[in-house]
């Protein structure tokens, strides 16, 4: 699938000629994200925001493009207390940022799009703990853990309908694959300590609800 999807995105971008005729579609976005593994920068259901980029080109007949997408999402947040009973709060965090083709079908009012993106995925982890600074006023202490860089790639599918305002509404679903991602486990004996294991492919369930504005008609 990997290789059918670089060889699909090389053979539009050589094809220049066909994109003289494209317009642009954008759309902001919100996201909410359901992983499928658990695995160590994502405990549950997460949500964020994102916007899409589709270059519309002149191939099959004018509904094949070359979609560009960027998310940023947060996976929620849980606290714990130090030995001497500081709350210490983590955040997780995503990133995303993925391009591919995109085929749309539809009428004047409703559209169906389906696609595969490819791209860079970023997890970690923010630390925030409290202290008292040389001033003797409360402060906290900010640092970032587990930062993850993975290579995924997702398949989506989506409508997008006209409701007579300008922008469509658009509404997307995607299944998101990430390769390599470290996990952690818990030790029994040792609830405070995550030991590593063996890399893991992650799987997600991402649904997309925004807004799309069509440019250079």
């Not at 982890?125 to 993975?150: K, L, Y």
Request: aromatic fraction near 14%.
């Amino acid at each position: 699938m990997r290789r059918l999807f670089v060889v699909v995105c090389v053979g539009i971008l050589a094809l220049n000629s066909n994109m003289a005729n494209a317009q642009w579609t954008i759309g902001p976005h919100v996201v909410i994200s359901t992983p499928e593994t658990d695995f160590a920068n994502i405990e549950g259901t997460g949500g964020g925001f994102g916007f899409k980029a589709i270059r519309r080109t002149g191939m099959a007949g004018g509904h094949l493009g070359l979609r560009g997408d960027f998310a940023f999402m947060t996976f929620g947040k849980r606290q714990e207390f130090d030995i001497i009973g500081r709350r210490i709060e983590f955040r997780n965090e995503g990133y995303r940022m993925t391009f591919g083709p995109e085929l749309t079908a539809g009428t004047r009012k409703l559209r169906a799009y389906a696609g595969v993106n490819g791209g860079l995925y970023y997890f970690r982890v923010n630390v925030r703990s409290p202290f008292i600074n040389s001033g003797g006023n409360p402060d906290s202490f900010f640092e970032q853990r587990e930062n993850n860089w993975a290579l995924g790639w997702n398949f989506g599918v989506g409508l997008q309908y006209d409701v007579g305002l300008g922008p469509w509404l658009d509404i997307g679903f995607e299944y998101q694959t990430m390769h390599n991602l470290p996990e952690r486990i818990r030790d029994d004996n040792n609830p405070d300590d995550l030991a590593p294991i063996a890399d893991v492919t992650a799987h997600e369930f991402t649904f997309k609800v925004g807004v799309t504005f069509f440019l250079g008609h």
